[in-house]
């Protein structure tokens, strides 16, 4: 069965530094999300893409977060300088369609942690 | 603003019970409701999904409920095993929001050997 990849699956980085964390959706979804998690709270959503452009983004998805999709596989999400509250579980997701229409499929996830 | 929360944050039943989950939403454009299972240290593992013109909806070992009067959703595992044990999170999406998917806060699920 497909499934949706994240790496790596631990980032350790200093408060500042800039964080770039991997994707690869399933091949043939064209929609892709951001959710993040922190320790022990509810799933949260960050951004949606399609068609090589953001759909919609939540308020947590400020400046400082950029997405990609640089060839016909991947999916990152850039954190430009990060700061501790930035420590999360990172989690993709794709799916076929959009519109609450279809099934959305997680990766594992990446966690992240801002010293 | 809008949220999906759920009742209660912990329920512990015996193994071969049934176990019920609450979820209540307040989004009353919500058309389609999505329940989760998070194991420690995973992704969100999709369980069953519910549509709005839909109040009942039946899977394996597992049912949703929706009862858009109230603004109810519901979570039916039936003959709970011990690898039921995780975290589930109901979650809802509009036709209008780009497939975001809005979750509630989780609930525990303990299953008793």
């Known amino acids: 069965e497909p499934e949706v990849t994240q790496t790596p699956s631990h980032q350790v980085t200093q408060m500042g530094q800039e964080v770039i964390l991997h994707c690869v959706p399933i091949s043939n979804h064209l929609y892709f999300y951001w959710y993040r998690q922190i320790l022990g709270q509810k799933v949260e959503f960050l951004v949606s893409?399609?068609?090589?452009?953001?759909?919609?983004k939540s308020e947590i998805f400020d400046d400082q977060f950029s997405v990609e999709r640089p060839d016909g596989s991947n999916f990152t999400l850039k954190i430009r300088s990060t700061k501790l509250e930035d420590s999360a579980m990172y989690f993709c997701?794709?799916?076929?369609?959009?519109?609450?229409?279809?099934?959305?499929?997680f990766g594992p996830g990446t966690r992240l942690t801002v010293l | 603003g809008e949220s999906v929360g759920l009742h209660l944050p912990t329920l512990s039943v015996q193994e071969g019970d049934n176990s019920i989950i609450n979820c209540a939403y307040s989004?009353?454009?919500?058309?389609?409701f999505i329940w989760y299972k998070q194991e420690s240290g995973k992704g969100p593992q999709f369980i069953i999904d519910?549509?709005?013109?839909?109040d009942k909806r039946q899977g394996q070992r597992v049912t949703v409920l929706l009862n858009k009067t109230v603004k109810h959703l519901s979570l039916q595992i039936a003959a709970t095993q011990p690898g039921d044990s995780a975290v589930y999170f109901c979650a809802e999406n509009t036709n209008t929001n780009a497939g975001k998917s809005t979750f509630g806060d989780g609930t525990t699920l303990t299953v008793k050997p």
């Open positions: 519910i549509r709005s013109n839909m």
């Open positions: 893409f399609y068609n090589n452009e953001i759909s919609e």
């Open positions: 989004n009353s454009a919500s058309d389609y």
């Open positions: 997701a794709s799916s076929r369609i959009s519109r609450g229409t279809d099934t959305q499929y």
